[in-house]
């Protein structure tokens, strides 16, 4: 298993913007698909946007609507969630978690088969 470790997560005015970083450590960074979900206070955590482990597929939700942007860097076992013109909807928990794959597969975004979870980063945005 990876232990994750997000960070960047703040208070942003709406139509902000905010980079999200997640650091990994442990092996085989490479083989895992990493996903980014969130969780609004009384709402179940869904998936926001999942990156295969080469990088060269990503899935995203319909509400990101082209507003957020993932990418990775295997070399330095990071994983990064620019997020911009945010909304009062975005406010959550953001976390990262590693797929037991190195695919997001066709069950994405069920959290099924990720092992691997951080501790989560609070985004926030209000006026």
């Known amino acids: 298993q990876l232990h994750l470790v997000e960070s960047g997560g703040g208070l942003v005015q709406p139509g902000g913007s905010l980079r999200l970083s997640c650091a990994a450590s442990g092996e085989n960074f490479i083989y895992h698909a990493i996903g980014w979900f969130r969780q609004a206070p009384g709402k179940e955590r869904e998936g926001v946007s999942c990156?295969?482990?080469?990088?060269?597929?990503?899935v995203s939700a319909d509400f990101v609507k082209g507003r957020f942007t993932i990418s990775r860097n295997n070399d330095a076992n990071t994983v990064h969630l620019q997020m911009d013109s945010l909304q009062s909807d975005d406010t959550a928990v953001y976390y990262c978690?590693?797929?037991?794959?190195?695919?997001?597969?066709?069950?994405?975004?069920?959290?099924?088969?990720?092992?691997?979870w951080g501790q989560g980063t609070q985004v926030t945005v209000s006026s």
């Open positions: 978690a590693a797929r037991d794959l190195p695919v997001c597969g066709s069950s994405w975004p069920s959290k099924r088969d990720f092992g691997s």
């Open positions: 990156i295969s482990s080469t990088g060269g597929t990503i």
